[in-house]
């Protein structure tokens, strides 16, 4: 699979070719657009400085926002005004930003150096299996999820799979400052910018996710925008791929109609059955599902209602 290279929007990943490759990140094998642009799907890769590839009123946000990036590594969280980025990106455009070419290529040392120190080769513990990225958390948006999960699953990888470039940045930068701040902490926790509806066999393998998430994901209410939605029958498909048997997927919106799309969707796919409340009750997920993110929160200050599907990847006959 290749990056596409159509917009022309995209003049973050090519600004940060110069300063990747001068601070030595994007070691990891890639196809030939990362060749081109490599190295900036990692936790460690800044800020680009190339400013003469942007428009003049993003140069100034963007030197607010390098500073931004040194605070955080200082352990200050990064301030989201420096990250201004547009309300929607169209997940079926094309964007172009490094992809790995499989899951083998992705670069853990990258994300998780906390667990893949330099020179282990992408290994973690010796001769153990290598430890992978178990949640996923799709349309990650400012990534309260993620810092919400760290510390309850101290143990397993966790990535966010974010669309929006600015979004994406201020991210990693609230990681960095998070494990800036608290030496040991939030080392499992990552971010990725990408596009989860074209990209997420890339990063996953059969079997390989234990949790998903799709919280308040954005609703595309014409019908004829449908087909933009992160959830249908058809990326369930790819969903029950990278999820092993007994994997959740956790959904929440406070949009009626996307709820009843979301939980008709997952009810039709026959790799999926609805997790029983009573398990849901002690699942410490769940509280999380409407407090921890960003829109969450937003929905709970106005009062809103949310509506949740949370289903069980399930096993068929034959596999
Ligand atoms: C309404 S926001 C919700 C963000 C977050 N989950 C929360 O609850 O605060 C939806 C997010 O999904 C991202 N998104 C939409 N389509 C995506 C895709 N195909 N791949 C990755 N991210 C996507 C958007 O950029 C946006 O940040």
């Known amino acids: 699979m290749s990056i596409s290279n159509g917009s022309g929007r995209d003049e973050v990943a090519s600004g940060k070719e110069g300063r990747d490759a001068r601070e030595g990140f994007g070691g ?15 936790l460690s890769f800044a800020l680009t400085t190339a400013s003469q590839n942007r428009p003049r009123s993003t ?57 893949f120190p330099p020179g282990s080769g992408g290994r973690s513990d010796g001769d153990a299996p290598p430890r992978k990225v178990r949640f996923a958390d ?64 890339n990063y996953f393998e059969k079997g390989q996710l234990s949790k998903m998430f799709f919280l308040f994901p954005d609703p595309h209410f014409k019908e004829k925008n449908h087909r933009r939605r992160v959830i249908s029958l058809q990326l369930l498909d790819e969903y029950a791929y990278a999820l092993e048997v007994g994997g959740i997927i956790y959904t929440i919106t406070d949009v009626e109609e996307l709820g009843d799309w979301m939980r008709s969707c997952l009810e039709d796919h026959p790799l999926f059955e609805a997790v029983p409340e009573e398990e849901l009750e002690v699942d410490p997920v769940v509280k999380l599902l409407s407090s921890a993110t960003e829109e969450g929160q937003k929905v709970a200050r106005n009062g809103g209602e949310t509506f949740r599907a949370v289903y069980r990847r399930i096993k068929l006959e034959e596999e």
Do not use: W
């Open 28 to 42: 990891s094998p890639l196809n030939h657009s990362r060749q081109r642009h490599p190295g900036n799907h990692g």
């Open 59 to 115: 140069v100034a946000m963007s030197s607010n926002a390098d500073t931004a990036q040194a605070k955080s590594r200082s352990g200050r969280l990064p301030r989201k005004r420096f990250y201004r980025a547009r309300a929607h990106s169209n997940p079926l455009s094309d964007s172009h930003f490094p992809i790995p070419i499989s899951p083998a290529d992705f670069d853990y040392s990258h994300h998780y150096p906390y667990f």
């Open 138 to 201: 799709i349309g990650c948006g400012f990534g309260g999820l993620l810092v919400g999960l760290s510390p309850l699953f101290p143990d397993a990888l966790m990535l966010g799979m974010e669309l929006r470039d600015k979004v994406t940045e201020y991210v990693k930068e609230r990681i960095l400052a998070l494990r800036a701040s608290n030496p040991g902490n939030y080392e499992n926790i990552s971010v990725v910018r990408t596009n989860s509806m074209k990209y997420l066999p």
